[in-house]
């Protein structure tokens, strides 16, 4: 079995760090007190979990099914790295308003807003189903590497929300100037069209 663990993990790595709707809602919380920072980011991740079962699931079935379907979703996902890295290139330096937080009410209400901020977005699902299938082996069984990969990829943001927030107010103040954002987001979009070329050239 051979994984392509060098593109996937930098592709990875660079999907974690771009801030979404979830960083938005944990840092707010964090901000707030760090109980309730990691109460957001574990119903961010449970969101996460409930994705990677799905695409590991998904995926596997496809590939045993239609072999051939996993070229197609790599072609998918080419386009989709392309398409992620020219927005995030379009949108630097924006700042995005994200999902108002309010004082938490209770653990459960904050765990749950995490939960849906995840599951109901549909960027965190076509990032496993079109990430995943760029490092497979289509000539390995689909299960056990789809499987490895998802759980990559959760403890991967598991782990950036373990940074994030006991430094919440550092990062909040680094991405709240203009021209570092611009600069950071930047880098963000280049290296995912940089990998979407060399994805589909290689």
């Given at each position: 079995m051979h994984i392509a663990w060098g593109s996937f993990l930098l592709a990875l790595l660079v999907i974690v760090l771009v801030p979404g709707p979830d960083f938005v809602l944990v840092t707010r919380n964090a901000a707030n007190g760090a109980r309730?920072?990691?109460?957001?980011?574990?119903?961010v991740t449970s969101g996460l979990l409930l994705h990677a079962m799905a695409a590991t699931a998904g995926l596997s079935a496809l590939v045993v099914t239609v072999p051939a379907a996993l070229l197609v979703v790599k072609v998918i996902g080419?386009?989709?790295?392309?398409?992620?890295?020219?927005q995030i290139l379009r949108k630097s330096g924006v700042v995005s308003a994200g999902p108002e937080v309010d004082l938490p009410r209770s653990g459960g209400a904050v765990f749950l807003r995490g939960l849906l901020t995840d599951v109901l977005n549909p960027k965190v699902m076509l990032t496993f189903l079109t990430l995943l299938p760029q490092a497979m082996d289509p000539?390995?069984?689909p299960v056990t590497q789809a499987a490895l990969?998802?759980?990559v990829a959760v403890s991967a943001f598991a782990a950036w929300w373990l940074a994030v927030v006991?430094?919440?107010r550092w990062l909040s103040a680094f991405l709240a100037d203009p021209r570092r954002r611009k600069a950071f987001e930047r880098c963000c979009g280049g290296a995912l069209l940089a990998m979407a070329t060399a994805i589909a050239v290689g």
């Open positions: 309730w920072g990691w109460l957001a980011a574990a119903g080419v386009a989709y790295l392309a398409w992620m890295g020219l000539a390995a069984e990969l998802s759980g006991p430094s919440v």
